[in-house]
């Protein structure tokens, strides 16, 4: 509706324009001006708003261009002429414009499909190689305990690695079509940390990670499964991206109506050209391109998870080395009591 309402609106104010401030009698510069405006709807809208546009500049130049002025009456057959080639002529460019849209999105669709197709072939074949070779090494009977045990947790591992690799894909199709469930409840800020670290325990298993949630305990209102799993996928994205025993600083704090989770690497940092790409589906940047495999999902996931809360996400590189990611969600506060934990 707000496309349909800027549409005739625009119309309105040419017409206005033209006949109360300009008073332009020309009526090829007033229809080329009407089809412009048509033109501008019919790229950014759907065909039925530019149509109801084309309709509405056909009743304008009618009115206010075409002798008699004042009425809806044709006087010449010219005017008929110049008035249904208007109304033609936007038609034809609002289907245009339509079929355009529709090719640009069915070529978008099969660009993303393909990148997510040559990702997940990747991303599934490696875990799933794993998997089945330590499978049958369980079966050797020249094992030792310990090498059973070593086989058994590499299935562990990689059976995680599966099941956050169907997960990411689960909340992108959520994410995509609209379809998160926002559910808000009363939480204590590390309770999030605490819930993100136990999902990437493994990614982030060869890192020391530093928590700082503040001296002053508070509860905030928000979803803390969404949060937690957006704030995940930036630990996994710090472990590894970063290397093995370096630190990965976790900061929240809530404050001004809102929590803000930070997470700090001691990586190589975000170039330049990628920053404004980061959080675009299957978007890797050159450094990640050459240091590891990966589809590229978890950051769009953050910010997906992020917006179904309108909060957001951003990145940027310390200035002491490694990059910085902040989730900002809108957020009630409270300040909790020390004693027994009631509510003040």
């Known amino acids: 509706m707000k496309a349909l309402f800027a549409g005739l609106a625009a119309i309105g104010l040419v017409s206005l324009l033209y006949t109360r401030w300009l008073h ?3 009526q090829t510069t007033v229809a080329l001006s009407f089809l412009l405006v048509v033109l501008v709807v019919a790229t950014m809208s759907t065909r039925w708003v530019a149509v109801a546009t084309s309709l509405m500049a056909f009743a304008c130049f009618n009115f206010f261009f075409l002798s008699p002025v004042g009425t809806f009456t044709i006087a010449s057959g010219e005017d008929w002429v110049a008035l249904f080639t208007l109304l033609a002529v936007s038609l034809v460019a609002s289907h245009l414009s339509s079929q355009v849209r529709t090719r640009t999105r069915e070529a978008t669709a099969a660009e993303l499909k393909s990148a997510l197709l040559a990702s997940l072939s990747h991303d599934l074949k490696t875990p799933l190689t794993a998997v089945t070779v330590a499978a049958n090494n369980l079966n050797a009977a020249w094992l030792s305990d310990e090498q059973r045990r070593e086989q058994a947790a590499i299935v562990r591992v990689e059976l995680e690695r599966l099941n956050r690799l169907f997960q990411d894909i689960v909340d ?5 079509t609209n379809a998160v469930a926002v559910e808000r409840e009363w939480v204590d800020p590390s309770e999030i940390v605490e819930a993100a ?8 298993a060869d890192h020391r990670v530093d928590v700082d949630t503040g001296t002053e305990r508070v509860l905030v209102r928000l979803d803390p499964r969404l949060t937690s799993a957006a ?7 710090a472990g590894q991206y970063s290397a093995a025993g370096s630190n990965i600083d976790v900061t929240a704090t809530a404050a001004d109506g809102s929590v803000r989770l930070v997470v700090r690497d001691r990586g190589p940092g975000i170039s330049r050209d990628d920053i404004p790409h980061l959080f675009e589906r299957f978007y890797r940047g050159s450094r990640a391109r050459e240091r590891r495999a990966g589809t590229g999902m978890g950051l769009a996931i953050t910010r997906g998870l992020a917006s179904a809360q309108a909060g957001d996400v951003y990145a940027a590189n310390h200035p002491d080395g490694g990059a910085v990611f902040t989730i900002q969600v809108p957020a009630e506060i409270k300040r909790a009591a020390s004693i027994e934990g009631e509510v003040v």
């Open 172 to 176: 992108m199709a959520r994410i995509d």
């Open 24 to 26: 332009v009698p020309n």
């Open 231 to 237: 704030l995940a996928h930036l630990l996994e994205n």
């Open 197 to 204: 670290i136990r999902q990437v325990e493994t990614a982030i």
